[in-house]
């Protein structure tokens, strides 16, 4: 199904760089919270595909993303992030595009480590944030995660595996790489964890984990649910794995909508 919404596209100003933003306006609803996307650590905008649309239309609220910096359509970085990086977006970049864009209450969908950047998002936002879901999270850092990472970081030596990083990235899908290995497999991030976070969010929070999931096991959306500040639920998709919009992207659709149908605003 196609979705039916305007699509605009804008590079924002922050302080730390132009950023790259995607909007999804439904026919109706426009003027609602907008839900905002957090992509994973090899993500873009782009990759989110028509998922977005689709959200829009089944929410009827408006639906954006955006590229972090050194990813995608947004500004180069050229230092490699530090161990820092999740609260640093949660804490400096976040918010300052929040406020370039003029937005106050609003609802948060993170992938991956978007995930866990939502998550410190609404830890910080107060009343601000309505509503969080975390798709495939990391709550810790588990050596699951850090066997995948491993895996896929061989496997981005193949040259084809790469070029397809290079089209969403261009010239940045070195750094991409470099950033998401280089950080998760630090010693310095061994310790890694969002108790701390959690235990500040207070807005509604849903959990979703496919149970095949191949960078963390169901120990994740249990214990996100488990230190949440406030009300929390999990979801947990049979035979799917660590990209559940894609993979089950209907069942995923389906309870979004139910968990953000009670968001009057």
């Given at each position: 199904?196609?979705?039916?919404?305007?699509?605009?596209?804008?590079?924002?100003a922050i302080p730390a760089g132009d950023v790259f933003?995607?909007?999804?306006?439904?026919?109706?609803?426009?003027?609602?919270?907008?839900?905002?996307?957090?992509?994973?650590?090899?993500?873009?905008?782009?990759?989110?595909?028509?998922?977005?649309?689709?959200?829009?239309?089944?929410?009827?609220?408006?639906?954006?993303?955006?590229?972090?910096?050194?990813?995608?359509?947004?500004?180069?970085?050229?230092?490699?992030?530090?161990?820092?990086?999740?609260?640093?977006?949660?804490?400096?970049?976040?918010?300052?595009?929040?406020?370039a864009l003029g937005i106050e209450r609003h609802l948060?969908?993170?992938?991956?480590?978007?995930?866990?950047?939502?998550?410190?998002?609404?830890?910080?936002?107060?009343?601000?944030?309505?509503?969080?879901?975390?798709?495939?999270?990391?709550?810790?850092?588990?050596?699951?995660?850090?066997?995948?990472?491993?895996?896929?970081?061989?496997?981005?030596?193949?040259?084809?595996?790469?070029?397809?990083?290079?089209?969403?990235?261009?010239?940045?899908a070195r750094w991409v790489l470099a950033a998401w290995?280089?950080?998760?497999?630090?010693?310095?991030?061994?310790?890694?964890?969002?108790?701390?976070?959690?235990?500040?969010?207070?807005?509604?929070?849903?959990?979703?984990?496919?149970?095949?999931?191949?960078?963390?096991?169901?120990?994740?959306?249990?214990?996100?649910?488990?230190?949440?500040?406030?009300?929390?639920?999990?979801?947990?998709?049979?035979?799917?794995?660590?990209?559940?919009?894609?993979?089950?992207?209907?069942?995923?659709?389906?309870?979004?909508?139910?968990?953000?149908?009670?968001?009057?605003?």
């Amino acid at each position: 199904m196609t979705p039916r919404v305007a699509i605009q596209d804008r590079h924002v100003a922050i302080p730390a760089g132009d950023v790259f933003v995607r909007r999804w306006m439904p026919v109706a609803g426009g003027s609602r919270a907008p839900l905002i996307l957090l992509h994973d650590s090899l993500g873009c905008v782009e990759l989110w595909r028509d998922f977005p649309g689709l959200l829009a239309q089944r929410l009827q609220r408006p639906v954006l993303a955006y590229d972090r910096l050194g990813f995608g359509k947004s500004a180069p970085r050229a230092a490699i992030p530090g161990p820092e990086f999740i609260d640093e977006e949660a804490r400096r970049d976040f918010p300052a595009l929040r406020a370039a864009l003029g937005i106050e209450r609003h609802l948060l969908f993170g992938h991956s480590v978007g995930g866990g950047m939502a998550l410190c998002i609404a830890a910080d936002a107060g009343d601000d944030c309505l509503a969080v879901v975390s798709e495939s999270a990391q709550a810790f850092v588990e050596p699951r995660t850090l066997e995948g990472i491993r895996a896929a970081q061989a496997a981005f030596a193949d040259p084809l595996r790469f070029e397809r990083l290079e089209r969403v990235h261009g010239d940045k899908a070195r750094w991409v790489l470099a950033a998401w290995t280089g950080v998760w497999l630090s010693p310095a991030f061994a310790d890694w964890n969002l108790d701390a976070a959690l235990a500040r969010v207070g807005c509604p929070l849903l959990a979703i984990h496919g149970e095949r999931d191949e960078y963390g096991s169901l120990a994740f959306p249990q214990r996100i649910v488990a230190h949440a500040g406030g009300p929390a639920e999990a979801m947990i998709l049979p035979g799917c794995g660590h990209v559940p919009h894609r993979e089950q992207a209907d069942a995923v659709l389906e309870r979004v909508a139910a968990f953000a149908g009670a968001i009057d605003a």
